[in-house]
């Protein structure tokens, strides 16, 4: 069998939260060795659970993200939101904020390819983690540094999240019912996975340029500019005709028909969107209804002109249907439609069953389940899941000893002094 | 330019619309040379597709068209034709890339499948995007945004529980299966670099969004771990302030209280009001009536500030806020400007307009705009003549529709 594509890169994780464990993800499953480096003394937020030990009863009657909504003897390890995004990973722990776990941090930079990390812009800069100190370890490391507004923004020192960025770049006014006011707009992390994405994106450029000219380099990216991109209309729009857009909901400028519809069942719904005649004359044909010969109906523009009352009549019909029935008998006819899926359904969709979507996760500490699985298929080198989501200090031994050849002696002396270990020390609650 | 990431990366382009130009978009800017090849005649769909410069249809001047196509070259080509097929066969075995987003079965129905791509170039990437993917029941099936957000995203817990389902923006999730599909067809092409393997890639859109990693897919893990499934509707916690408030110039966005209840108040002024031990027992952040009494103290405060103004200080003070923007304010926004997040674009039906420009810096080896998205065919007599055609040769293709 092939190499993986990134078979013989060593990737430092040092990220949190969201945005960079997924960029870590993806460098993994596409055969990079990941090391997660992590620290028994230190709880990040948001990243292994909200709390490191959480009671039941903390948990508020609700799961808590936690197999059988129990955070067990090591809730790091069984916490859902870590854990989708933990398998293919390597996980050490080390104390970097102590003289002798940073030089352990600064071997490891030596033999690395690439550090990623999203911690707080101060948390780094604390610690002296800065390029110029890691080119002294390893010159041509690549280091990318994912942040909120970017690593020379005026407002690198703010704390970030996606949710808060998100109505800085347009986008609030973009979504939501158009009928209300931006206080009632729900919250968009869209700008999350679009980092992530990038980031590895940006990281194998980087490799290549490296591999070509010798040269590491400093990768700055942030969950701002990474999401702006991805609104290029209203962008456009406004650059070219000075118009500010506002949201349409679910519907299209062009498009009509275009809308969630109610479906039989509780709380159950499909999409349809009907572009031009052509689709138009589909939709008839598999609605099979008299209303649709309605001369109101009879052109793009009338239809649009007529939304309101479409609608109505649209959802009339879909509510005698079930979502699935709805999508067949549409698409059969050329027409864009599909169920709107809740976690359950959407673990039974034919089409991701057929193609092998779903992948079987195992990890000691929480058990085998099924997981979201890959973005992409590779004819040659197939993604797979080689080992399920890591534990915290899972490989300790095999980094300490094998990458970083350390002895019995000193190994030892790590475990004594709470570098080595896997679990949180005890005054972490 | 040489110092460009993938200046060394050579891509037939055979994508329309909206995720293939963003993958192959992604790629340009940060160096790669792709060739767009477009039906003589019409050219890309995304040329009818608004918004339009001056609001004119005209397919030369899309917003959209010109913001995705941005550093390709542009030829047209009959791809039906025996001519047409010899010259993609030509630009395919000198390529190291080919990305295509027809409808699955179409690259094999011309003769330019992967089984017949892989013997012209052993080495290359081929990356096939598509709405479903190229195998499987709903291979044929039409996607919407709608579809791809509502199948393998979280729309069903999008909006308010007693109405139905809302989408994000525009097409942000099929512009996300683009930058997905761009990150595959870089590691593809790295993966045939340095370990020889050229290989086809398959890209659904539907997968792109259903193995996103976000709220949505840390909700299908808990799904398994305990059967939870999350609600529709916004997750507001007890503590304060949490959402988006008015201010005086508009709307402002916090998450704040609990623990770090004392940043808000820093933020505030310590005015006299919050100096009571009340607000500091461990009842407090769950207490409905401090809540009330608090909003009207806080929205008295925003009230009295613009957006700006509170982020400076809600920041400053260690809260997790933003000021609700709208995008004319973006494109004057001086921290994105002083950063160079945008950039001037010189089109020849357009003239200077600004552009979303590099989504991330690159320290070494930066984003550049080379050239504006192409005009239809404007790039016929170079690309055809570094391939050896001669300009009788040209007008031959031309006269026969192949070009």
Known sequence: ?429 | MPNQALYDMKIVDFTRYIAGPACTKLLADYGAEVIKIERPGTGDGTRSMGPFYHDEPHPEKSGLFLYLNTNKRGITLNLKSKMGKEIVRELIRKADVVVENFKPGVMESLGLGYDELEKLNPNLVMTSISNFGQTGPYRDFKISEMMAFGMGGPMYTKGLPEREPVKYGLTVTIYHSGIVAALATMVGFYGARYQGTGQHIDLSILEAEAGTVDGRSNALVTYQYNGELPTRGAVVGAQYPQGTFPCSDGYFRITAGGPRFPNVVNMMGNPPELKDPKWYTAKAPNDPALKEEFMELFLGFTMQHTKMELFEMGGKSGNLCAPVLTLDEVFRDPSFNERGFFTEVDHPMTGKLKYPGRPFIMGDSPWQLRRPAPLLGQHNGEVYSELGYSKDDLIRLRETGVI
């Open chain 1, 1 to 429: 069998m092939a190499n993986l594509p990134l078979a013989g890169v060593r990737v430092i994780d040092m990220t949190v939260v969201l945005a960079g464990p997924y960029c870590a993800m993806m460098l993994a499953d596409m055969g990079a060795e990941v090391i997660l480096v992590e620290s028994t003394q230190h709880f990040p937020p948001q990243t292994r659970g909200i709390n490191a030990r959480p009671t039941r009863d903390m948990l508020r009657n609700r799961g808590g993200g936690y197999p059988d909504g129990d955070p067990g003897k090591r809730p790091w390890n069984r916490w859902a939101h870590f854990n989708v995004m933990g398998r293919n990973k390597h996980s050490m722990t080390v104390d970097i904020t102590r003289p002798e776990g940073m030089e352990i941090f600064k071997r490891l930079v030596s033999v690395s390819d690439v550090l990623v990390e999203n911690y707080a812009a101060d948390v780094m800069d604390k610690l002296g983690v800065t390029y110029e100190m890691l080119k002294r370890q390893k010159p041509d490391i690549i280091f990318a540094k994912l942040s909120g507004w970017g690593d020379t923004s005026k407002y690198r020192n703010f704390r970030a999240m996606a949710q808060s960025i998100d109505v800085m770049l347009g986008h609030s006014f973009l979504r939501g019912y158009p009928d209300m006011d931006q206080t009632e707009v729900t919250t968009s992390v869209a700008e999350d996975p679009a980092l992530g994405v990038q980031a590895a994106f940006a990281i194998v450029a980087a490799l290549h340029h490296r591999n070509r000219t010798g040269k590491g380099q400093v990768l700055d990216l942030c969950l701002a500019e990474g999401f702006m991109p991805y609104m290029p209309q209203a962008f456009m729009d406004y650059s070219m005709n000075g118009r500010l857009q506002g949201t349409l909901g679910n519907r299209d400028p062009v498009a009509a028909p275009c809308g969630v519809y109610r479906c039989l069942g509780d709380d159950k719904w499909v999409s349809i969107m009907v572009n031009g005649d052509e689709e138009w004359k589909g939709f008839c044909r598999a609605v099979a209804e008299d209303w649709t010969k309605d001369e109101r109906f009879g052109n793009p523009l009338s239809r649009q002109r007529h939304q309101d009352e479409l609608d109505k009549l649209v959802g009339i019909w879909t509510s005698r249907h079930e979502g699935y029935e709805v999508m067949y008998l549409l698409q059969k006819q050329g027409v864009a439609a599909g169920p709107l899926l809740d976690e359950a359904a959407v673990y039974a969709d034919p089409q991701l069953n057929a193609r092998g979507f779903w992948v079987e996760e195992s990890q000691e500490d929480s058990g085998t389940h099924l997981y979201p699985g890959f973005m992409w298929k590779m004819s040659k080198t197939p993604p797979v899941v080689r080992r399920g989501p890591v534990r915290m200090g899972e490989d300790n031994e095999y980094v300490y000893r094998k990458v970083l050849g350390i002895g019995d002696a000193e190994y030892e002396k790590l475990v004594e002094t709470g570098h080595i270990g896997i679990d949180y020390a005890p005054h972490i609650k």
